[in-house]
């Protein structure tokens, strides 16, 4: 028998262990493993969906997204990154065709503040990345307006090449 991991399952899979019927603990309860599959599965799917990192990579390196937050019209997005060798990247910031979110609508925002450790700069800004070690980055985007929720594309642009990460979500 198959079981999908949810709360009913693990409760199967314990009464199994234990010696009691799968049957016999539904009669028992008299709650269907659907019911109970829905309950669950929809309230934990939608809270893992909300909080799950993406991930994009590509030949020079990796990058998780973490989070998008807002504070007012400022949308903060963080995403770690992993050089897949010794090297300076760029993040290009505040011009055509670099760093930018576009929402569902078809607007486009331009980042303007990247942060790497404690330093801060607009526009451009370079770092030595090495090989594997996390490096957080965290761009900043300027007069998002409030009822943008989520980002179709969010494009992280270096000197080398990107990293794309779809549906975002704004948490805050």
């Known amino acids: 028998m198959v079981y999908r991991t949810s709360a009913f399952g693990l409760l199967a899979l314990a009464l199994l ?3 009691v ?3 016999a603990s539904q009669r028992m309860t008299g709650v269907r493993e659907s019911q109970v599959n829905d309950g669950i599965n929809s309230r934990r799917d939608t809270q893992l ?5 993406i991930f994009s990579e590509n030949k020079y390196f990796s990058g998780v997204l973490q989070s998008c937050t ?6 903060k997005c963080s995403v770690v990154i992993r050089s897949k060798e010794d090297t300076n990247i760029t993040i290009l910031c505040q011009s055509q065709d670099v760093t930018k979110l576009y929402d569902a609508f078809g607007n486009l925002y331009l980042c303007s ?4 450790g404690n330093r801060k700069q607009e526009g451009s800004i370079s770092s030595r990345f090495p090989q594997g070690a ?11 307006p409030s009822q943008i929720r989520e980002f ?3 494009e992280l642009h270096t000197h080398i090449s990107f990293l794309r990460f779809p549906n975002v979500k704004i948490s805050g």
Request: hydrophobic letters at 35%.
């Open 17 to 19: 262990v234990s010696g």
């Open 134 to 144: 996390p490096v957080k980055v965290t761009l900043t985007f300027n007069n998002i």
């Open 49 to 53: 969906l909300a909080q799950q990192p």
């Open 152 to 154: 179709d594309t969010f």
């Open 21 to 23: 019927s799968v049957s």
């Open 70 to 75: 807002r504070s007012g019209s400022s949308v």
């Open 113 to 116: 503040q990247i942060q790497i």
